[in-house]
Structures are given as C-alpha cells and as structure tokens.
C-alpha cells in the first residue's frame, strides 16, 4: 500500500505551477460526446485517477480518446451505446454528467447511481428534475437511472434548482444545448468550472448566455461539432498551494492561478495575518509577519463563497493558529472525517454539528494518519508539512484523484516529502 513520508518544518520558497482544472476537465470530455462530427481537443488537462476514468467512461461507449501529453483527443461520431458500465460509473459521482449528452444526442440514457468521496448526501434529483421539465421520463431500476426523451428530443423549458448544484446545472447546459427551442437555468451554480463548460460548448456551435451568473439562457441547436479548448487552472489545487505557502513560505509563487476565482480563499488568507499579491501570471503569498497566521472564522457555501473543497485545507493551517477559530459547513453533512486524524497529530478541534471549533495549538507532531477523502488528503499533507517529526499519510487512491505530481510539486517548494510505493515492515527500505 503506497504512503507519503513528511519530515515537516522545513520552509516552502520558490514557484509552483498548477495545470488545468479536474472539477472542469471531467464535464467537457462527457460534453464531447455531443459532437457528431470533428475531433474535440482538450488542452492542459492533468493526469489524475478521475481523468482516466472519465476517458475510460465515454470510450467504454465508443468514443475514441486519445492522450498525448498534456492534450487529450476524442472523437465521438461513433458512439455505440447509451449506457456506461456501472462498474465505472460508481468509481466517482461526476460520471454522471455523461447523462445529459446522451440524453440530447440520442434520446436515451441509462446510467448506474454513481459513487465518489464519501463526504456526504449529494443526489442527482436536481439533473432529473430538470431531464423531466424538458420533456425526458425517467425509470429506477436496479440501481440505474433510465432516462428517455420524447420521439421528437428533448424540449426547450424553464427550470429552476433548489440548490445551485454544480453537476445538475452542467448536464442539464449540456442537454439543452441540443434540445428544441429556447431554455432557462435559475438558481444555476456559478461556478468558474461551468462558465468553462459554456465556452467550450459555444465553440462547437451551442448558444449558451449567461453562465458564470444565477441565470442561463440556452437556444438549442440540430447538431454540435467538434472544438479545442484549453482547461482553466484548477484554483482548489492553487488554493492548497496558497495556504501552503501561509503557512511555511518566504514568497511562495503559485503559477497560473486565477485570483478572481479564488477572491474568498484569499480574503481569509489576508484576514489571518498573510499577504497575498495578485501577479500577471499567479499568486504570490508570504505567512503573517509574527510567523503564525490568526484565528477566523470560515463559513463554506455555494461559489463565490469559501468554497467546501477548501474547508479541510484552511483548518489544518487554523490548527496551529494564534486563538480559536471556528470552521463551518453547510455544503456537506458528513466532511469534517478529517478532523480525528488531524487530532492523531495534536490539533485541538471539537465539532458541533456542522461547525468545527480549532483551538490552535502550538505544535502538531508527525503520525501515522490516512486520508477519507480527496481534500481531507490534502489538508494532512499540509498538517504534515508543518508538523515536528515525521508524517505518513496513507490512502493515497483519494488524493490522486485531485492532485496531479502533488509530491514533486512540494518538492520544488523544498518540502521534504516522498512517496513510497511499496514501502515494508521494520526496514525502512524505499521503493518508488
């Protein structure tokens, strides 16, 4: 079982490039499968678990996907069937997106209830709401959702979403790029990742407005074809950097992100003691000048607020912060795992309900600890890092999910931190 080895309290300086973003990557390959024509061509695109299983997801239909170094190609003019197998549709919860081009294109989707972090309840309602006001009627059976559209395709609708779900409103702008007449998304999520989704749409030939914003507006059209794009950076993958070089930094330079998508991160940064400057290219950010950032308080909601998928990040530095802060979350019931093995390394963290409340401690100390999900992976990695003694994180299937050369990039930074593929008992002996 591989591991990653941390010998923390050693400072982090220099520059760091993040590649492209896994949240908006994942939903333009299933809208590739929109194009009847053409080959799509998908630029920057990190090499992470979830990646390959998407690709694999759409090829296991017919699409033909072919990766060359950072650029991934498909092709989708023979797609062969309209249901993905379940075994890799549960591997991760955004396989679903792939519902709603099919869905368009061919009439007819059947897809397995998907799977995921386990970080809390996140059903799919919302996309088949949205299916059904377009005309779709949508079966259970067996563990499958078997969505079918009328003879004549999906039909143009007003639709609004409880909540502003990020995937229902991705595949519901995917389904409506095709259907007939003339659709409206209210309540829509907002972000980044979905205004990328539209760019890549409206280059092979949609008409989408409006994303970005609580309002989308789609004309349908007959036919997609095939498009390149370049992926936004991934500002969760900044945002962990960010906080890194908070916390241990001397000018930490985080190439390629994007500070107007990740205003509310640096906001708090700033009020805890950091200073983050805005460069043409990056983020540059040095730790509070008495050398420990201060106590906050965090509230995650739906972008452009404090983002969830930066909750475990921010109370692992809240950890070793001067007071007590308090952490909350209202997007996810069940993500705040993280918090008893943060408390294996010496953090002083209590929880009531959804709010976490973070004694900041002087020091953590190296433990063994293991990953629940993908962000609480990370937040261990940066406990790690600033940490006495030595860390192992375990579970390491999560953070590959998200993080792409994760353990190189620290190292360009000067952290100590390795991988340990197929570590043994008692020996200390290092395979990799």
């Known amino acids: 079982m591989p591991k990653l ?3 923390g309290g050693f400072p982090l300086s220099g520059t760091v490039r993040v590649g492209g973003a896994k949240n908006a990557v994942l939903p333009l390959l ?3 499968l929109l ?3 053409g080959m799509s061509q998908i630029d920057d695109v990190p090499n992470l678990l979830d990646v390959c299983n998407m690709a694999e997801t759409i090829s296991s239909i017919g ?3 072919e990766r ?3 650029s991934v190609r498909v092709q989708a003019n023979r797609i062969h069937s309209v249901e993905p197998p379940q075994d890799l549709v549960r591997r991760m919860r955004a396989s679903f997106v792939v519902a709603g081009p099919l869905l368009a294109r061919f009439k007819e989707a059947k897809i397995s209830l ?3 972090c386990n970080i809390g309840n996140r059903p799919v309602d919302l996309h088949i709401k949205g299916f059904e006001a377009m005309g779709a009627v949508a079966q259970h059976e067996g563990g499958y959702v078997h969505l079918k559209a009328p003879a004549g395709g999906l039909r143009g609708a007003r639709i609004y979403l409880d909540v502003p779900s990020v995937g229902a409103t991705q595949n519901l702008m995917m389904a409506a790029s095709l259907a ?3 659709t409206v998304i209210e309540n829509a999520a907002k972000e980044p990742e979905n205004v990328d989704l539209a760019n890549y749409l409206n280059a092979m030939g949609a008409r989408v407005r409006g994303a970005g914003t609580d309002t989308i507006r789609i004309d349908g059209v007959t036919r997609l074809h095939g498009a390149n794009h370049t992926v936004i950076p991934d500002r969760i993958e900044a945002g962990t950097f960010l906080v890194a070089g908070a916390l241990l930094g001397s000018g930490v330079y985080v190439e390629n992100a994007v500070s107007d998508h990740l205003m ?7 009020e805890a003691g950091a200073r983050v400057e805005d460069e043409v290219v990056g983020i540059r950010v040095w730790p509070a000048e008495r050398g420990r950032l201060s106590a906050i308080d965090v509230k995650t909601h739906f972008y452009p607020s404090y983002p969830t998928d930066m909750q475990a990040q921010i109370m692992a530095a809240l950890s070793v912060a001067l007071g007590t802060s308090t952490v909350t979350e209202t997007v996810f019931e069940n993500r705040f795992m993280h918090v008893a093995e943060l408390a294996r390394m010496g953090a002083n963290i209590h929880t009531q309900g959804r709010m976490a409340i973070v004694e900041g401690v002087d020091r953590l100390s190296g433990a063994a600890v293991t990953a629940t999900d993908l962000r609480a992976g990370a937040a261990l990695v940066l406990a790690g890092l600033v940490a006495e003694g030595e860390t192992e994180v375990l579970g390491l299937h999560h953070i590959d999910r998200g993080y792409d050369n994760l353990v190189s990039k620290f190292q360009q930074l000067g952290a100590h931190i390795r991988r340990l593929e197929t570590p043994t008992e008692d020996t200390g002996a290092e395979s990799a």
């Open 68 to 70: 060359r170094g950072t």
């Open 5 to 7: 080895v941390i010998e």
């Open 63 to 65: 699409a033909r996907v």
């Open 30 to 32: 299933a809208a590739s």
């Open 180 to 182: 007939k007449g003339h």
């Open 264 to 270: 509310s991160l640096i906001a708090k940064l700033e």
């Open 35 to 37: 194009a009847e024509s």
């Open 114 to 116: 998907p799977g995921g």
